[in-house]
């Protein structure tokens, strides 16, 4: 580990002190277009925060190969697994006002029963599922919550793992199809518009989970890497609108057709935003989204090895020597990371279409040196 972690800083310093002589952005800007030269890269959309304010924003490489347009700064993408803060943050307002409660038994939540068979008498929470201390696993699917229904399922005993709900962790996207469908039962909204109404246009953002209601024109089209090929194919499936499904919708029941837990289309820039809210715990210009404990609650570890808390992680391996609080995501060839460290006030957004898929300490190689590029151009002194 210590010589891939030299070994990585070392890469980082070798493209930065090439550049010493640059501005701040234009020492990002050339050491962001080296490492592109240098890996494969499809596109990257970055925002960086500094003092809780938006400093920078770009976009390089391309939206599209087939017609070769390029990245610009208002492309939005499927981000992936950072869309579960997005339902987490959801829960959270419902709960601060009375509707739930992370210790519900989340049976009584979703409508069926929602139980570990090798530990029938004890109830998985809310809280669980948030976490992801819940026991449950995607080994039957999880586009369709008749994966875990006892009645729809014969095998619904295998969504569950050998040890007791909340003890032990295991990262399952079954959890977050789950608790959009009780952000739907409960207040009654259908998923998308809830998140829409109560999160987005509140801070003033574009995206949203439903594709239709969208302008498809400022999508960037993911890219997946073939490493037989070497080349890049896109993934159609990353934006399919699926029209029939929502025309034909069971509220309360088949709101995984969103993606609650990997839905999301934003751009950088608007994600940013968002981040900036969570950074500040919970309030952004002027408007309160959640409250200061809620927010402290979703950024609160509680599985101390992989410090994940209620949909926000903290990871001291992004950054050397700084504890960082955020989001990964990777889906369909995309890989993005939302970070932010709350106490410094700084925080990044990178986003990729398409790029070389390989990881290092948790994180896609390409989406963590292209954040250490953005720290030291722009946040470290």
């Known amino acids: 580990m210590?010589?891939?972690?030299?070994?990585?800083?070392?890469?980082?310093?070798?493209?930065?002190?090439?550049?010493?002589?640059?501005?701040?952005?234009?020492?990002?800007?050339?050491?962001?277009?080296?490492?592109?030269?240098?890996?494969?890269?499809?596109g990257l959309?970055?925002?960086?925060?500094?003092?809780?304010?938006?400093?920078?924003?770009?976009?390089?490489?391309?939206?599209?190969?087939?017609?070769?347009?390029p990245l610009t700064n208002d492309c939005l993408f499927r981000i992936a697994s950072i869309s579960k803060s997005f339902s987490a943050t959801s829960i959270m307002q419902l709960a601060e006002a009375g509707k739930l409660g992370l210790e519900d038994d989340i049976s009584k939540l979703v409508g069926f029963t929602v139980?570990?068979?090798?530990?029938?008498?004890?109830?998985?929470?809310?809280?669980?599922?948030?976490?992801?201390?819940?026991?449950?696993?995607?080994?039957?699917?999880?586009?369709?919550?008749?994966?875990?229904n006892?009645?729809?399922?014969?095998?619904?005993?295998?969504?569950?793992?050998?040890?007791?709900?909340?003890?032990?962790?295991?990262?399952?996207?079954?959890?977050?199809?789950?608790?959009?469908?009780?952000i739907e039962k409960i207040s009654g909204e259908r998923f998308d518009q809830y998140v829409k109404h109560h999160v987005l246009d509140p801070l003033g953002l574009y995206g949203g989970y439903c594709v239709d209601s969208?302008?498809?024109?400022?999508?960037?089209?993911?890219?997946?890497?073939?490493?037989?090929?070497?080349?890049?194919?896109?993934?159609?499936?990353?934006?399919?609108?699926?029209?029939?499904?929502?025309?034909?919708?069971?509220?309360?029941?088949?709101t995984p057709i969103f993606s609650p837990t990997g839905g999301m289309k934003i751009s950088a820039t608007d994600l940013a935003q968002y981040m900036i809210m969570h950074s500040k715990q919970g309030r952004y210009k002027g408007k309160r989204i959640i409250s200061k404990n809620s927010a402290a609650q979703m950024q609160t570890p509680l599985s101390t090895e992989e410090g994940y808390g209620l949909a926000i992680m903290t990871s001291e391996k992004l950054i050397p020597g700084k504890t960082m609080k955020g989001h990964t995501g990777s889906a369909y060839g995309l890989y993005s990371a939302m970070f932010f460290e709350p106490k410094e006030k700084f925080g990044f957004v990178v986003i990729s279409n398409g790029c070389d898929p390989r990881y290092s300490d948790g994180f896609n190689t390409i989406i963590r040196q292209a954040v250490n590029i953005l720290y030291e151009s722009l946040i470290a002194k």
């Open 45 to 69: 959309a970055v925002a960086v925060v500094k003092n809780n304010k938006i400093i920078y924003t770009n976009a390089f490489g391309k939206k599209n190969l087939e017609s070769n347009t």
């Open 150 to 182: 006892p009645d729809k399922n014969s095998n619904w005993a295998k969504c569950f793992n050998d040890y007791e709900p909340g003890k032990g962790y295991m990262y399952c996207n079954l959890n977050f199809n789950m608790v959009g469908t009780i």
């Open 214 to 254: 969208l302008d498809q024109s400022r999508f960037a089209t993911i890219y997946e890497y073939n490493g037989d090929s070497a080349r890049f194919e896109a993934s159609p499936g990353a934006y399919a609108p699926r029209s029939k499904e929502i025309a034909n919708y069971t509220m309360g029941y088949t």
């Open 115 to 148: 139980r570990n068979p090798k530990y029938p008498e004890t109830v998985i929470t809310l809280r669980m599922v948030l976490s992801h201390r819940s026991s449950i696993n995607d080994s039957q699917g999880y586009f369709t919550l008749d994966a875990i």
């Open 2 to 42: 210590k010589k891939r972690l030299f070994s990585f800083l070392a890469f980082t310093a070798l493209l930065l002190s090439s550049f010493c002589s640059y501005s701040q952005p234009e020492k990002a800007e050339a050491g962001i277009r080296a490492m592109m030269e240098q890996t494969k890269v499809v």
